[in-house]
Structure formats: structure tokens, C-alpha cells
């Protein structure tokens, strides 16, 4: 069984920080990328930004600059530094893992998410 730990999340005044974080445990091998995604009721979840196990970052354009993710591959965690928080960046925030096992394959787990809510 693998499980997504996420922490970190709460309330914050715009302009605020805000540190999330990920811990994945269980039969993980080879994580190849991790990452938060956020969704807003009624709309897709999407991308905010991802980090590969060589350290290779992705953001999403709307968190560039503010946002910063970083990994810990001895400890299968992954955090998200949001700083300059807007009211836009509220959400439920859910940690991702994908990789791939040598005889089942590839693999792609999901937090159970965490409240993100940024007040004006």
C-alpha cells in the first residue's frame, strides 16, 4: 500500500506564507516526478508545479516566482514554499507521486488533499 501524508495547509492574509508538505510511504520505487496540484470546486485540478527526482522543476505561469517546490528523495518528500499568497491561489491542494515498478509498471498516487484558503 502506498500513502500520501500532506501537511501545511490553513488560512493566511493575502500577501502571506504558507509551507505544504508531502511524505510518501509504502512500496514506492523509482519516483520519477512529484508534485501539487490545486483544484477549486467545479473546475479540473490542475498543475501548480512538479520536481523530478534530478531535481528538474515545473510551475504552473500563475505561481511562478512566488511558488517553490523542493524534494527530499531520502525522505520521499516533496514541499511547497507559497509565499506572496493571493485570495486566486485558495484551493485544495493535493500532493502527487508518479513512477513506474519494474514488474507492474507505472504508478500515480494522490494525496487526500489539504485547504489552502487566502483571505483579502
Known amino acids: 500500500q502506498v500513502q500520501l501524508v500532506e501537511s501545511g495547509g490553513g488560512l493566511v492574509q493575502a500577501g502571506g506564507s504558507l509551507r505544504l508538505s508531502c511524505t510518501a510511504s509504502?512500496?514506492?520505487?523509482?519516483?520519477?516526478?512529484m508534485g501539487w496540484y490545486r483544484q477549486v470546486p467545479g473546475k479540473q485540478r490542475d498543475l501548480v508545479a512538479a520536481i523530478t527526482s534530478g531535481g528538474s522543476t515545473n510551475y504552473a505561469d500563475s505561481v511562478k516566482g512566488r511558488f517553490t517546490i523542493s524534494r527530499d528523495n531520502a525522505k520521499n518528500t516533496v514541499y511547497l514554499q507559497m509565499n506572496s499568497l493571493k485570495p486566486e491561489d485558495t484551493a485544495v491542494y493535493y500532493c502527487?507521486?508518479?513512477?513506474?515498478?519494474?514488474?507492474?509498471?507505472?504508478?500515480?498516487?494522490w494525496g487526500q488533499g489539504t485547504q489552502v484558503t487566502v483571505s483579502s
Open positions: 509504502g512500496s514506492l520505487f523509482n519516483i520519477y516526478v
Open positions: 502527487n507521486v508518479k513512477g513506474s515498478r519494474v514488474l507492474s509498471g507505472p504508478y500515480n498516487y
